[in-house]
């Protein structure tokens, strides 16, 4: 058994956790020393009871580690740990990192570069509306959206970062073999097949549970380098989630909404605590400037902007060949008007162009 294999298998235990995996890591030095070791052994680590020592040492009668292995590689989905390159280095800072993650699709090293948009599950059109034009806004800027995939803000989140082709992370609540609702699996299969990731912490085939979605939430926090509150009551898993990121110090957005709607009333409370009023992902993007960036990256803003895309370099080249009219931009790229008009909003998102009077555009 690789070391690999064997944090796996500690993984799927019932009632062991990434912490007390970390102990025990401490103790005995590796997850396969930790699966061989003697119940008395295990159980004289510190915050290790008999119980829990008694579920390690029997862990090959508790799962079948083989069939959830073969299940990983017919499925086409990863196992990232924290020995991997890929896993989110955000996470690896954190207080309570996962072990590991199951991951459908492709995490890049542009996910650094993440704000998280969450909200309840009940919504009101106001609010759907509003976490997809976030969403487009930010993705457009080369952000990536993160969020949970649940019913309501979540999926409208996803779906305005895939509207825009941009770049979202949905962290679920249940095992990858189980996504959570099961009507969102047609976006979870247009995330993964080419706009981001789907992520879990659990086991393949773990259901959803009032246990899981707060451990999925602290990894949302976790991941982002901010964390937008679109539209809640006042009792919500979202205000968990931006209560995390403000422990972690990460800054806290909040959209108002009507003052006599319950569905705004945890936007509000947040607004009255601190969190910063916004009313457009400009508003965030504007921000981008004073958050903490990540390792790796140096510089200012501009630092955090992705590279341009081929069809967005054909748009500055021609800005900065003296086109500042669509009319000129649509002679010298052959682009369509709607191509034109949406790198042109993408690009003022971005912050690298302008609108000027009289329908000019420039280079910022």
């Given at each position: 058994?690789?070391?690999?294999?064997?944090?796996?298998?500690?993984?799927?235990?019932?009632?062991?956790?990434?912490?007390?995996?970390?102990?025990?890591?401490?103790?005995?030095?590796?997850?396969?020393?930790?699966?061989?070791?003697?119940?008395?052994?295990?159980?004289?680590?510190?915050?290790?009871?008999?119980?829990?020592?008694?579920?390690?040492?029997?862990?090959?009668?508790?799962?079948?580690?083989?069939?959830?292995?073969?299940?990983?590689?017919?499925?086409?989905?990863?196992?990232?740990?924290?020995?991997?390159?890929?896993?989110?280095?955000?996470?690896?800072?954190?207080?309570?990192?996962?072990?590991?993650?199951?991951?459908?699709?492709?995490?890049?090293?542009?996910?650094?570069?993440?704000?998280?948009?969450?909200?309840?599950?009940?919504?009101?059109?106001?609010?759907?509306?509003?976490?997809?034009?976030?969403?487009?806004?930010?993705?457009?800027?080369?952000?990536?959206?993160?969020?949970?995939?649940?019913?309501?803000?979540?999926?409208?989140?996803?779906?305005?970062?895939?509207?825009?082709?941009?770049?979202?992370?949905?962290?679920?609540?249940?095992?990858?073999?189980?996504?959570?609702?099961?009507?969102?699996?047609?976006?979870?299969?247009?995330?993964?097949?080419?706009?981001?990731?789907?992520?879990?912490?659990?086991?393949?085939?773990?259901?959803?549970?009032?246990?899981?979605?707060?451990?999925?939430?602290?990894?949302?926090?976790?991941?982002?380098?901010?964390?937008?509150?679109?539209?809640?009551?006042?009792?919500?898993?979202?205000?968990?989630?931006?209560?995390?990121?403000?422990?972690?110090?990460?800054?806290?957005?909040?959209?108002?909404?009507?003052?006599?709607?319950?569905?705004?009333?945890?936007?509000?409370?947040?607004?009255?605590?601190?969190?910063?009023l916004v009313t457009s992902g400009n508003d965030i993007l504007d921000d981008i400037s004073v958050l903490p960036l990540q390792e790796g990256v140096q510089g200012d803003e501009a630092a955090l902007r992705p590279p341009l895309g081929p069809?967005?370099?054909?748009?500055?080249?021609?800005?900065?060949?003296?086109?500042?009219?669509?009319?000129?931009?649509?002679?010298?790229?052959?682009?369509?008007?709607?191509?034109?008009?949406?790198?042109?909003?993408?690009?003022?998102?971005?912050?690298?162009?302008?609108?000027?009077?009289?329908?000019?555009?420039?280079?910022?």
């Open positions: 058994m690789t070391s690999r294999d064997a944090l796996i298998a500690l993984n799927m235990l019932p009632k062991i956790g990434p912490v007390r995996v970390r102990r025990l890591m401490d103790s005995f030095g590796s997850a396969e020393a930790i699966l061989s070791a003697a119940v008395h052994e295990i159980s004289g680590v510190r915050g290790i009871g008999p119980e829990t020592a008694e579920i390690i040492r029997s862990w090959e009668e508790r799962i079948d580690l083989t069939t959830e292995l073969r299940e990983v590689e017919e499925r086409g989905l990863k196992i990232v740990t924290q020995d991997d390159a890929d896993y989110p280095e955000a996470l690896r800072q954190s207080y309570d990192p996962p072990l590991l993650l199951y991951v459908w699709g492709e995490l890049k090293d542009v996910d650094r570069h993440a704000i998280a948009i969450v909200g309840s599950r009940k919504t009101t059109h106001y609010g759907t509306q509003t976490a997809r034009q976030f969403a487009f806004q930010l993705a457009s800027s080369g952000m990536t959206v993160v969020s949970g995939l649940a019913r309501g803000i979540d999926t409208h989140a996803h779906e305005g970062a895939v509207a825009a082709k941009g770049r979202t992370i949905a962290v679920i609540g249940s095992g990858l073999g189980q996504v959570y609702p099961p009507e969102n699996m047609a976006l979870a299969e247009k995330i993964a097949s080419g706009n981001g990731a789907i992520v879990s912490e659990f086991p393949l085939n773990m259901p959803p549970s009032k246990k899981t979605f707060p451990m999925r939430n602290r990894i949302v926090a976790a991941w982002s380098q901010a964390v937008v509150v679109v539209e809640c009551p006042e009792w919500s898993g979202a205000l968990i989630t931006a209560n995390l990121a403000g422990e972690m110090g990460k800054p806290i957005y909040a959209v108002p909404g009507q003052i006599d709607r319950p569905s705004s009333a945890g936007c509000h409370a947040l607004i009255r605590e601190g969190a910063a069809v967005e370099q054909m748009v500055v080249d021609a800005m900065e060949n003296g086109a500042s009219l669509v009319d000129e931009l649509l002679h010298a790229t052959t682009l369509s008007l709607s191509e034109i008009n949406a790198m042109l909003l993408k690009l003022e998102i971005q912050g690298r162009v302008q609108q000027l009077p009289g329908s000019r555009f420039t280079l910022k």
